[in-house]
């Protein structure tokens, strides 16, 4: 059986017009506490990938998204992270009239950061690539 795919959001202050990304320090596990992610998890039976990262989203940030471009991966689609999963990215921003996104337990620090300075940040394993594909693909697609 395989590992269950993972969703994550490259949340963006504006899908049109990209200024900063919100990038997301882990809390746990110890290894990798501190280190940045986008934020997101696992997709559970029966749901779709976009279905999980709302869910995912609203369970990490108590927020809501608006979801804009995938950000294609080498993977069919889908980019290869820790312990061969693999996960999909969508740029998004937040929906109009949700809350700010709020620390849960997930994370210690959620930190807006200019695209310019998207790679100075320590990202797990495979992050830091993925961060700079959405940020691409976010400048790319920007009005």
């Known amino acids: ?3 269950r ?4 959001a490259a ?3 504006s899908l049109d017009h990209p200024t900063r990304l919100l990038c997301a320090a882990r809390a746990y596990p110890e290894e990798l506490a501190g280190r940045f992610e ?3 998890g696992k997709v559970e039976d029966g749901e779709t990938p976009l279905e999980a990262l709302d869910r995912e989203i609203a369970e990490e940030l108590r927020t809501t998204l608006s979801i804009g471009n995938r950000v294609p991966g080498p993977d069919d689609g889908w ?3 820790l312990q061969g999963r693999r ?3 969508w740029l998004a921003e937040v929906r ?3 809350p700010a996104p709020h620390i849960g337990t997930s994370h210690v620090e959620l930190r807006w950061v200019p695209l310019d300075e998207v790679a100075t940040l320590d990202w797990i394993g495979h992050d830091l690539a ?3 594909a959405a940020v691409s693909t976010a400048l790319g697609h920007a009005a």
């Open 38 to 40: 986008l934020p997101g």
């Open 96 to 98: 109009p009239g949700s």
């Open 130 to 132: 993925i961060a700079r």
């Open 1 to 3: 059986m395989s590992k």
């Open 5 to 8: 795919p993972v969703v994550a």
């Open 79 to 81: 980019w290869p992270i």
């Open 87 to 89: 996960m999909g990215v």
């Open 11 to 13: 949340i963006l202050d």
